[in-house]
């Protein structure tokens, strides 16, 4: 199963790929012309990575507190895919993830902390 995870919150766009016990993840900075093309960056890392997202794999997004502009980006995209796809996708927040550990995320799903299509954007004011 793969687990897709989008987090453009913060001052770097990531994306990261947990396969089984495999990881690959790309940082790039969170500015106007990169949120502009993510859709074309998220499909480029899956490329590159040789990943196929397919029915039942999961999409974590980051659902703030943070910008209008580039959460409502990853939104789309995760439910553009949850879609075209047929993936799982969960929304998390900001304050769930320590230490830059979104491998924390996984564990959250398999507890029940986290809720499947439930997207609920927090934007800062």
Known sequence: ?????IDNIGE??????????KEYN???NNYRENF???VKII??????NNINLSKNDNIFVNQ??????????AISVAKALKFTKKLNIYGYNSEQIT???HNILLKLLKEGRLTKNLIRPKYLK
Not at 43 to 48: E, I, S, T, V
Not at 64 to 73: E, Q, Y
Request: hydrophobic share 40%.
């Open 43 to 48: 499909f480029n890392f899956l490329d590159k």
């Open 1 to 5: 199963m793969n687990n897709l995870i």
């Open 12 to 21: 770097k766009i990531l994306l990261k790929i947990i396969r089984n016990k």
């Open 26 to 28: 790309i940082k790039l």
């Open 64 to 73: 703030g507190p943070g910008k209008f502009t580039s959460i409502r980006a």
């Open 36 to 38: 502009d093309e993510i």
């Open 99 to 101: 230490n830059n550990n």
